[in-house]
């Protein structure tokens, strides 16, 4: 049975750091295209980042480019995601993903087999 666990939500004021992580199991984790997206109240999901499982390049959505950090450690089964300069609008759901995207889809969720329960960071102003 495959498990998605995030870990590392929180409450911080604006401007602070956080890292998020999400463990897997029961999959070959190296074989996995690793995502987050997040959800805040009232709206749709909103990609955040990925990173490929092959060309092991990161993808950033638009609004956290240079901010924000996405990373794998293949040993552990395990991705992050760094997030630096947070702002009172990222408060959300942050969910973890694992699918098999081509690249042109990376950003889509329905691309992503594999899904968390989410982590809740709250950025306070």
């Known amino acids: 049975q495959v498990q998605v666990v995030e870990a590392g939500g929180g409450l911080v004021e604006a401007g602070a750091s956080l890292t998020l992580s999400c463990t897997t199991t029961?999959?070959?984790?190296?074989?996995?295209?690793l995502a987050w997206f997040r959800q805040a109240p009232g709206k749709d999901r909103e990609f955040v980042a990925a990173?490929?499982?092959?060309?092991?390049?990161?993808y950033y959505g638009d609004s956290v480019k240079g901010r924000f950090t996405i990373s794998r450690d293949n040993a552990k089964n395990t991705v992050y995601l760094q997030m630096n300069s947070l702002k009172p609008k990222e408060t959300a759901l942050y969910y973890c993903?694992?699918?098999?995207?081509?690249?042109?889809?990376?950003?889509?969720?329905?691309?992503?087999?594999?899904w968390g329960q989410g982590t809740k960071v709250t950025v306070s102003s």
């Open positions: 993903a694992a699918g098999r995207p081509i690249l042109s889809s990376l950003r889509g969720e329905a691309n992503y087999y594999y």
């Open positions: 029961g999959i070959t984790f190296s074989d996995y295209t």
């Open positions: 990173h490929h499982k092959s060309n092991r390049r990161s």
